[in-house]
Nanobody
Framework: QVQLVESGGGLVQPGGSLRLSCAAS????????MGWYRQAPGKQRDLVAI???????NYADSVKGRFTISRDNAKNTVYLQMNSLKPEDTAVYYC???????????WGQGTQVTVSS
């Protein structure tokens, strides 16, 4: 059974940084796209960043220049480096592994990120 385990969330002051990690158990996920989504209270879950199996990356406009997504296929892990954090970045962050061909999709349990002084 596939499990995605997230870590790295927490409370940080505006302007600070956090690094999220999401590691998958099970078989190799090198052909999967890996991404991060976030959901603030009362709002829908939105894409933050995604990295394809070939390394193509897309970011939400709101995080461009501040967040960096990366992946380590040998560790089945995706990372999200978040710099210059703002209060509006406060949300539960979810990782997502997706195989476009088979339509298999896996979600992490979510990790809270709170940006506040």
């Amino acid at each position: 059974q596939v499990q995605l385990v997230e870590s790295g969330g927490g409370l940080v002051q505006p302007g600070g940084s956090l690094r999220l990690s999401c590691a998958a158990s099970g078989s190799s996920f090198s052909i999967y796209a890996m991404g991060w989504y976030r959901q603030a209270p009362g709002k829908q879950r939105d894409l933050v960043a995604i990295i394809g199996s070939g390394g193509t990356i897309n970011y939400a406009d709101s995080v461009k220049g501040r967040f960096t997504i990366s992946r380590d296929n040998a560790k089945n892990t995706v990372y999200l480096q978040m710099n210059s954090l703002k209060p509006e970045d406060t949300a539960v962050y979810y990782c997502n592994f997706r195989n476009w061909a088979t339509r298999n999709v896996y979600w992490g349990q979510g990790t809270q990120v709170t940006v506040s002084s």
